[in-house]
């Protein structure tokens, strides 16, 4: 029997109808079977490149195709209509056994969906219950049609009021649950919408709502593999009886990366992902390639716009640190030209939160191209550092 949260590729009005919702979507053989034999070397090799420090994934060479893929992007046209964008927000893992990545995931019901008009730091919703126009996709080599180790979603949870769905999974319990495991009753709490462990396998596509609730790393237990239970609960019970549950098929390697549109929920996002997030979050930030002259390409042949808010708050924040070790621009010629260059292919989509006035930068660029740029750094500056 199919399932009523799954596609094929090419149904794209189907795929477009489940993540609108249930606020996710298991898109089933978007990659064929050499594509994914390609990516798992193509995984393999970049790791040993970046020594497992990935960077951002079109920054990656020969992982970057799985991202622009056609059917990949006939997938997002169809989830958002108008504009897509790139702004930088793709990750990797890869390990070559099972080890902390696999082991250790972010397992914590949460949403990543942030930025409100009046506060970059808070959660979004909207009152008129619109769906966020920016999604997550996510490609898993390993196979969780039946194993522990795949994602964890709350169906619907991209729709309503805030209060209901916070990252904390106290908040959307609705009653208790008694289940009997050797023996022993462990009442776990039971949420108010349906959970699901996506049962995703090779050459699938997992989409999800970046206001969609969801965990990672969910296990499955071998009596009942198609149940679900919250992270507390599951953890609880795994620390007394790990052997109940399916074991890991091998190791998390996976690739993740996101699509907005010009809005104003995913220009508010991609400030509190540029503006907001600790220095550590850049660290990798010199292998930050997506802004070079092949990737462009690549997007302005797919008509796909990018924005390049963390790679220019990057920038910022290393030029502010070369200086105070006493480095002259002269010396930082390259990430200073390199960084206006970024700020005048910048753009926002709404008026909140600006990273600095392009109006002004370019009146100032028209007399004074190091003036502009200081006028940029100063007011990026204010903004990263701003309470």
């Not at 989830?79 to 930088?88: I, K, N």
């Not at 507390?232 to 907005?260: H, L, S």
């Not at 997007?299 to 200086?323: H, K, M, N, Y």
């Amino acid at each position: 029997m199919s399932s009523p949260y799954s596609a094929a590729f090419d149904d794209l009005e189907s795929i477009r109808r489940i993540a609108e919702t249930y606020g996710y979507c298991l898109v089933k053989n978007v990659y064929s079977q050499e594509q994914m034999e390609v990516l798992a070397q193509n995984l393999e090799n970049e790791n040993a490149v970046f020594e497992g420090n990935f960077p951002e994934l079109m920054s990656c060479p020969s992982l970057r195709w799985a991202a622009v893929e056609p059917r990949v992007l006939a997938i997002a046209r169809a989830l958002m209509p108008g504009p897509l964008y790139y702004y930088g927000e793709s990750h990797v893992d890869y390990e070559a056994e099972v080890g902390q990545l696999t082991n250790s995931p972010f397992a914590k019901l949460h949403f990543d969906a942030r930025g409100t008009p009046q506060s970059l730091n808070e959660f979004w919703f909207s009152s008129t219950d619109q769906i966020f126009r920016g999604y997550r996709f996510a490609v898993y080599l390993q196979n969780y049609k039946h194993w522990s180790g795949g994602l964890l979603v709350v169906a619907g949870s991209h729709r309503g009021g805030i209060r209901e769905h916070v990252a904390d999974s106290a908040m959307v319990m609705d009653f208790f649950r008694s289940l009997e495991i050797d023996g022993e009753s462990f009442e776990v709490g039971w949420p108010k919408k349906a959970i699901h462990i996506v049962p995703s396998e090779p050459g699938d596509l997992v989409i999800w709502n970046l206001r969609t609730l969801h965990s990672a790393g969910a296990r499955r237990l071998s009596a009942r593999p198609d149940l679900a239970l919250l992270p507390a609960y599951e953890r609880q019970i795994y620390n007394k009886y790990p052997n109940v549950f399916q074991p890991q098929p091998g190791p998390r390697n996976a690739i993740f990366f996101d699509y907005g549109t010009p809005t104003e929920e995913v220009d508010l996002y991609i400030k509190y992902r540029s503006q907001k997030l600790p220095p550590e979050h850049f660290e990798n930030s010199k292998n930050w390639r997506y802004d070079d002259e092949v990737v462009q390409s690549i997007f302005r042949a797919e008509g796909v716009g990018i924005r390049f808010d963390p790679i220019i708050t990057a920038l910022s924040v290393q030029i502010a640190a070369l200086r105070k070790l006493g480095i002259t621009d002269s010396e930082i010629h390259d990430l200073r030209q390199r960084l206006f260059a970024l700020l005048d292919l910048h753009e926002e989509f709404s008026p909140y939160f600006p990273l600095f006035s392009k109006e002004e930068f370019k009146r100032i660029a028209l007399q004074n191209r190091d003036a502009a740029l200081e006028y940029a750094l100063k007011s990026i500056s204010e903004r990263v550092n701003a309470d």
